[in-house]
């Protein structure tokens, strides 16, 4: 039996997702008065679907025959579990919104789900590390596009490894689900929107020598 924690020094949660490091009470007081909210959140999630749309392009884009085949699968499988591991932070993220009442059992699962999206969604970012590890070496190795594509994908990838090294700790600014956390995927989804802007304007003659070379064999 789950036993409720005492409310940290951190004070109240802001409006739009609760701490790791809050009481019990506090946790459920968040889905209590916010069910609308969590909803919207939830139905939003649908738009990352779209980055399926943005990986299928990209490794079409990357596919050199005889070079990249298996790193490209690679990168492939971990956008996939990128796109999964999403849709099931969202979906226990909104599952406790259905068990709402005053029942003491009802607060304790409340809580356990919440905790389990938030393990959920860490992980993520270790998958969010794997894609952008792999779509760099595809835009260093197959010069598709240009370089500092692939250098700052690879950039990109370590803050999110970072913040999956964080999953044991449980309170201040570095604590799961705080904003800092939230830095590192504004730095994936600007990547990909200036990488997809790219794709857009890509043509045949911007493939390198080497890229060239390796696709006529």
Not at 67 to 92: D, H, K, P
Not at 95 to 124: K, M, R
Not at 165 to 171: G, I, K, Q, R, Y
Request: some cysteine; glycine content about 6%.
């Amino acid at each position: 039996m789950i036993r409720e924690t005492a409310p940290t020094s951190q004070g109240t949660s802001p409006s739009f997702f609760p701490y790791v490091d809050d009481s019990f009470k506090e946790i459920y007081a968040f889905y209590a008065k916010d069910t609308v909210g969590i909803r919207v959140q939830v139905m939003s999630g649908i738009v990352f679907l779209l980055y399926l749309w943005f990986v299928a392009g990209f490794l079409e884009l990357t596919r050199v025959a005889g070079r990249s085949r298996i790193l490209n699968r690679a990168t492939g499988w971990a956008a996939v579990c990128c796109v999964l591991l999403t849709l099931m932070t969202y979906v226990f993220w909104a599952l406790p919104v259905f068990w709402l009442n005053d029942d003491a059992a009802h607060t304790s699962l409340v809580v356990l789900v919440y905790y389990v999206a938030v393990a959920v969604y860490l992980f993520l970012f270790l998958c969010l590390a794997l894609f952008m590890t792999g779509s760099g070496l595809l835009v260093l190795r197959t010069g598709v596009l240009p370089r500092w594509l692939g250098v700052s994908a690879l950039v990109v990838a370590v803050p999110n490894v970072a913040v999956f090294s964080l999953f044991f700790v449980t309170s201040g600014p570095l604590r799961p689900v705080s904003l800092l956390m939230f830095t590192t995927q504004v730095l994936v989804c600007g990547w990909v929107a200036v990488t997809g802007i790219h794709m857009v304007r890509y043509s045949p003659e911007n493939l390198s020598p080497a890229a060239v070379e390796t696709g006529a064999r």
